[in-house]
């Protein structure tokens, strides 16, 4: 028997031994790190502002965090958890508790895909009070807390009645998510029936908070009256009608939650963040390995069967696998 028989033999009894091993031993126990998520996904109308763009296309900042977070969801291991909830006006509520990603697939990915602004049963957006819905919903869940919101807030909050964390900070884990880019863009406006009807206008959105008290000095507001215009009779201009990620606001937030803070800007920015090893849970799971004897396997016919494709196609040459060796 020559040399490059004596090859093919070794290499048909590996690739038989490989598909022996691959039917026998599917799988083995190994630590991998699983993470338990819920994400509280903001709502509110500026996040219909349209500064991502996916595939060369300009999107919103909810089509994107919903196509991100999708994407998200099929690079989880199993044994993982994703729970989904929505954010509009100044408080938060769950759609459903966090389920195990690979069982229940399908119900996550589709909820998630039907998210719509529709969905927000008001139009204000206090962000702070907003979050802190969110840690008293589930401090007491084992769950990391995602809050993922532009930090714009619709009308401006009266810094005088700013959110307390005081008593929450600390007892959840989690971030908050920056959504939108840093340059102020237009909010598009819809009509009745939810058509675009162009952008919303410095008239049509509150530029300045007229809740409570004001935190100005009396003499510096114009038109003030104690009683009936504690702000002034002055209409006041801003740029409320733009928006842009409110980084810093945010910051602040994560700071006095107890919460970190990342920015969103791509899937895989976002996927090193939410992996980071203090959001993880190791445990003994059954892995698949199949893949590694069905190569090996795969990788032995193919050295048994390319000299003779080469053969087979007309060249009048083999290739010598081992020093000396030929046909």
Known sequence: MNTLKDYRTWCLLLALLAMLVLFLYPGKQQKTPTYNYTFIIDITRSMNATDYTLDNQAISRLQFVKQTLRELLRSLPCQSKVGLGLFTERRSTLLFEPLEVCSAYT???TTLSKIDWRMAWAADSNIAKGLLSTLEMLQKSDS?????????????????YQADFSGLKGQAKGMIIGVGGLQAVPIPKFNSQGEPSG?????DVPQRSTFGQSNLDPSQIKGYNARNAPFGSEPAAGSEHLSALHETYLEKLAA?????YARLTDLKNLSLTLKNPKLATEKVLQTDIRWQPALLALLMLSLVYLPGLYKFRGHNYSIP??????E
């Not at 990391?144 to 005088?160: H, K, R, Y």
């Open 107 to 109: 119900e996550i990915d």
């Open 144 to 160: 990391s807390v995602i809050f993922i919101t532009d930090g714009q807030e619709a009308p401006p909050v009266n810094p005088s």
């Open 199 to 203: 952008f919303y206008s410095q008239d």
């Open 256 to 260: 006095e939650s107890g919460l970190s």
């Open 321 to 326: 696998l081992f020093k000396g060796g030929s």
